[in-house]
């Protein structure tokens, strides 16, 4: 049976007319056209089989049988509202839990990272009874006004900084302020943020959160440096402000060895409010906000009911709970960690090979590879990036895209099924490419 | 098998630790706790059945096969985002351009109404350049905090108005200024707007947009008087601002007559901008935005993308097609058209024999029934509303609620599948317990 309803063309020209052009696509002259996928592999309309480097909310593998049996069994039973008590979600919230320290302990389910990041900023207003947001350069928090607000990656396209919020430096160690070289470059990147919040004191404002993305992706796969979040928390709650963990793109065991990427920042830091989202449903749409009951209370307090008509769901958490599962089961944490961290392996030697490789770093699943034009002055290498991200698809059937502000990052981020044979093909093929880009582009070549 | 995973009370106890608490219970003090359900039924955990007269998500009847069917086959075949090409969503957005006006023609597929209110709001102001927004009195656009901002219904109790926002009076022909007896409500109501974007211009802002629930909900099951619309438009348009149509609530058949609310207003009225939401998935998060190519093209041209992770993916288009199709095979609509009809004939003849209610009103399966402690004053009889939606829920396992600024209002919203039986079961049970609340508060009836 075919698995079009339409030629491809046609797809095409009917997207074209009905769906709005804000809304891109992949590779937008030779668009990709997807109709199915298993594990970490999508496949076209032809039947052609691509690796999937970059799907990180088919978190547990595209199509995963458990995650569909759940779902449809749920679905067959019931899908009301939180407004009636249900099992499922106090079970899932009680299994979350086991993921947090113990401050972190009230939740609310909504639909997406964007909903929870929303609700994340009401939450640290009304506990702070403040109105400003610091927020870290290139910072992505989502679609909503109130989060193109926050998120400097789209609002200097836009070109409108709205006066209550604030941009501290990314604490990028490969071509920030402060570099690997530095003593500590944690406690020198957390002092950006507390000269910047005196800064703001003496405009007359004050601090309800410095939100966080816990490794923060758009701005370009960056690795916080040691220490960072646990001073910068200090400075904040100084100034009576909280911190907001945004880790809609990386949490659900994606770095291996943690569940959620700010325990990678050690066990004497913990956010105020955690908010989570893609991977959480493996692509229905579910998100989470996660806060102490200090924070819940006062939020509680101001005498609004909060309603979200799906968040929550008996259906949602059926999905949440089966993805749960389905990560202890396949061990998929281990599996980032090992993947992961071969993966890393074999990019870092091929960064020996390539002096277009600037640098290597990652956590479990989630890589970036930085590409330069020259090792001293950091030039970032954009056409080259764009070039490997697309010969990769067109010749070697591997998807990856780029990342960070000069879209010079390749980014790893694929579902944690991700296997070490996947690795090895994919650094053989970058190998491949660089060593005929580099050829074609007259860059040299260290010894190797 | 058993249905539930702990006691009743164990659920209660967990939830009260777990959930944030502004996520309220319906019948706080004895909460129900649901199990399953199946077309306008639900079942607690004592296997006792409730008639559902509320739940306008489960549009097509709760757990309807042909949804689950729909859901389990996309999730088994593929999920990913719109950034890659796929038949469902364009399919899905030709069939809802077929119940549109033809100028409604550019689709955004998003997760909740929420965020589909959030998009308009941005659409509007990227078109218009203006930056604020006329709500109706009493409106709830949504959770967010953008749309909280445009929610008198909210931001009353927040006890914050942003000076960008003006409210309108209520169109209520029942209570608001202008009656049922009045020569022409639509001109008269149309005009408070017009005298509003005068006193918005004195002041030297520019109106961006209008937000009309097609039907006021929450505002107390409002409808609008005939003409409003399209004369609100004109004055809207000369301002330079653009109509949103928030047909969350009661699209997709629901008034019967018509495919969507804003259509009661007759074929001279089309908004600029509509939202879709809680119905359009039966449970299943999915929202959609729907404008002018006009709109579209300037959101397109501020060089931003819009990305919305889950929003229009494979799964939610197959079920948003699913329910289409169970619309139009089971004449649902038609449906809506009789039982609502015969709902609202049965209700009027209640009226006839009990002084207490006030107003029998609604389109469809979208009934008010407005409660009065006198016909004179038309001061609402709150507290008889309560108690006749207790003693319904306890002693006839009825589910209804109220809506309207004093809680006064019985709504009717139920599952589409809501038969003639159902109406007259409901209308039944009305009629005993108001005599007994008549009887036992001493309030005279009328000749009958």
Redesign the interface.
């Known amino acids: 049976m075919s698995?079009?309803?339409?030629s491809?063309e046609t797809?095409?020209e009917?997207?074209k007319?009905?769906?709005?052009?804000?809304?891109?696509?992949?590779f937008s002259e030779h668009?990709?056209?997807?109709?199915?996928?298993k594990g970490q592999y999508?496949y076209d309309e032809q039947g052609q089989r691509y690796l999937d480097c970059i799907?990180n909310?088919?978190h547990v593998g595209?199509?995963h049988?458990a995650?569909?049996r759940a779902?449809?069994a749920q679905?067959?039973?019931?899908?009301?509202?939180?407004?009636?008590?249900?099992?499922h979600?106090?079970?899932y919230?009680?299994r979350l839990?086991e993921t947090l320290p113990d401050k972190l302990?009230?939740?609310?389910f909504v639909?997406?990272?964007?909903?929870a990041n929303?609700?994340a900023?009401?939450l640290a207003r009304q506990y702070t009874q403040h109105n400003d947001v610091i927020v870290l350069d290139h910072a992505y928090h989502g679609?909503?006004?109130?989060l193109i607000d926050i998120s400097p990656y789209?609002f200097r396209?836009?070109g409108a900084q709205k006066e209550w919020v604030h941009v501290a430096p990314l604490p990028d160690t490969y071509r920030g302020k402060y570099r690997k070289g530095h003593p500590d470059p944690g406690q020198a990147y957390a002092d950006t943020v507390k000269d910047l919040i005196e800064d703001v004191h003496k405009k007359g404002h004050k601090i309800a959160a410095f939100f966080v993305e816990s490794l923060p992706s758009v701005g370009g796969q960056i690795i916080l440096p040691e220490g960072y979040c646990r001073k910068v928390a200090d400075y904040v709650h100084e100034a009576g402000g909280v911190v907001v963990a945004d880790e809609v793109q990386v949490g659900f065991g994606r770095v291996g060895s943690c569940f959620w990427g700010f325990q990678l920042q050690g066990e004497d830091f913990c956010p105020d409010i955690m908010t989570m989202?893609?991977p959480m449903g493996?692509?229905?749409?579910?998100a989470c906000v996660v806060?102490t009951q200090e924070i819940?209370?006062t939020?509680?307090g101001?005498?609004?009911?909060?309603?979200?008509?799906?968040?929550?769901?008996p259906?949602?958490c059926a999905i949440g709970l089966a993805v749960l599962d389905v990560i202890e089961e396949e061990a998929l944490r281990r599996n980032a960690s090992l993947v992961g961290g071969h993966l890393k392996e074999l990019l870092l030697h091929l960064q020996r090979k390539h002096t277009i490789i600037g640098d290597v770093r990652g956590a479990g699943l989630f890589v970036g590879l930085e590409l330069v034009k020259d090792q001293a002055q950091l030039t970032p290498a954009t056409e080259e990036a764009a070039k490997l991200v697309r010969r990769l698809k067109e010749e070697e059937l591997i998807l990856v895209s780029t990342d960070g502000p000069w879209e010079n990052v390749i980014k790893f981020k694929p579902p944690m099924c991700f296997s070490i044979e996947d690795a090895e093909l994919v650094a053989e093929k970058i190998d491949v490419i660089l060593l005929d880009i580099g050829t074609t582009s007259q860059s040299k070549m260290k010894e190797t």
Chains 1, 2 share one sequence.
Do not use: W
């Open positions: 698995l079009e309803k339409f491809k797809t095409l009917m997207r007319k009905l769906i709005g052009h804000s809304c891109r696509l992949f668009p990709m056209k997807i109709v199915r996928a999508l799907s909310v088919q595209h199509c049988p995650i569909t779902a449809a679905m067959d039973l019931l899908n009301t509202n939180t407004r009636f008590l249900h099992d979600i106090v079970h919230a009680t839990a302990r009230v939740f609310y639909n997406s990272g964007s909903e929303d609700l900023l009401r679609h909503l006004t109130s789209k396209k836009l989202g893609k493996n692509g229905h749409p579910l806060t819940a209370d939020f509680t101001n005498g609004v009911e909060y309603f979200n008509t799906f968040g929550g769901n259906v949602s």
